[in-house]
């Protein structure tokens, strides 16, 4: 079987580790081609590229880690919508993103295999599109080995919190650092704790300083290694969104043995099995307390190792293989490719 894989999508960021995981495995199972030039995904006009570019491949298959499925590709496709944020209607531009959703999106969808990454993304992709239920699949994401090795500090001594600095609306950044600054302020030894913000300089660190938070560290360009040592290390995640597909973050730290505090959301219960508390993302006090409780909780070695085990990329992939495998028999027969 001949797939076409849309490797645009790989890049330093969530979905494009995701991509970089599944081409990787793809690549040992199937006869792959991939698309590697053309506009970006978020291009308007990418579903007719993409739907030429499928063709011109003469590919049985064409597979695209992220939401920019094409109607043209009919039921040969299958796509991941990793969430639903651009509904937000908070999100930039959000206008555009929600009409090309409900349009170009949602007719590839009607007939496309779709894959989301967790059961509250599938039910709202349900609600809002009734005519995807029934082929929409829930694959999560797993976690790299690095994160899987990786389980508090020698000594048992966590300090320090971390956030992820992505300023985007759903991401509730500047809420998170007022109540690190309200928790700051409760104690003047929790001032002695860096507080690491994953991501670019700016605006994290004005935001910070806006807020009132002390002792501020940038966490920029981390390898997997160097993130799971922090995450090894500290005392306690910071992940309070308003809206998320997945949350792997939450993954990454509970793997490691770090505590969460996370956003009171369906998808956060899902994800956080273990070693999570859960908040009011739009109460800086709730979330203040949420740090104290995190710290006070104690690691159960057993609901991590269950969760590690559960939540590998092979997994993930066999899951994905499996859907690939199904589609292929749905379609019809397929030309003969020598694997």
Known sequence: MR??????????HGIGRVAREYRDRLAQDFELVELVDGPKPS?????????????????????????????????????????????????????????????????????A?????????????????????????????????????????P??????????????????????????????????????????????DEPARTLAARA?????????????EDLAALLARSSALLFCSHAEGFGLPILEAMACGCPVVASDLPVMREVGQCGCVFVDPKSTADIARGIDRAI?????????AALVANHSWDASYAMVAAHIRALAEAVGPLRTTGR
Not at 119 to 135: F, I, K, N, V, Y
Not at 296 to 304: K, M, V, Y
């Open 3 to 12: 797939i076409l894989f849309d490797s645009r999508w790989i890049a330093p």
């Open 43 to 111: 291009s308007p006009m990418d579903w007719w590229f993409l739907g030429q570019a499928f063709r011109r491949s003469g590919a049985d298959i064409l597979f695209v880690p992220g939401y920019n499925g094409t109607p043209l590709a009919g039921r040969r496709q299958l796509f991941i919508i990793h969430d639903l944020i651009h509904f937000g209607k908070a999100e930039p531009d959000g206008f555009r993103k929600r009409l090309y959703y409900n349009s170009i999106t949602r007719l590839a969808a009607a007939r």
């Open 113 to 153: 295999k779709v894959l989301t990454v967790s059961q509250a993304s599938a039910d709202e992709l349900g609600r809002r599109w009734p005519e995807t239920r029934g082929h929409v699949g829930v694959v999560p994401n797993g976690i790299s080995e690095q994160f899987a090795v990786r389980c508090g500090v």
């Open 155 to 200: 000594d048992g001594k966590r300090a320090g919190l971390v956030l992820f600095g992505n300023a985007r609306w759903h991401k509730n950044l500047p809420a998170m650092l007022e109540a690190v600054a309200l928790w700051q302020a409760q104690g003047p030894e929790r001032s002695q704790d860096a507080v690491t913000i994953i991501g670019a």
């Open 212 to 224: 009132g938070v002390r002792n501020v560290a940038i966490g920029r360009g981390l390898s997997d």
């Open 296 to 304: 006070g909780l104690t690691s159960d070695e057993q609901a991590r």
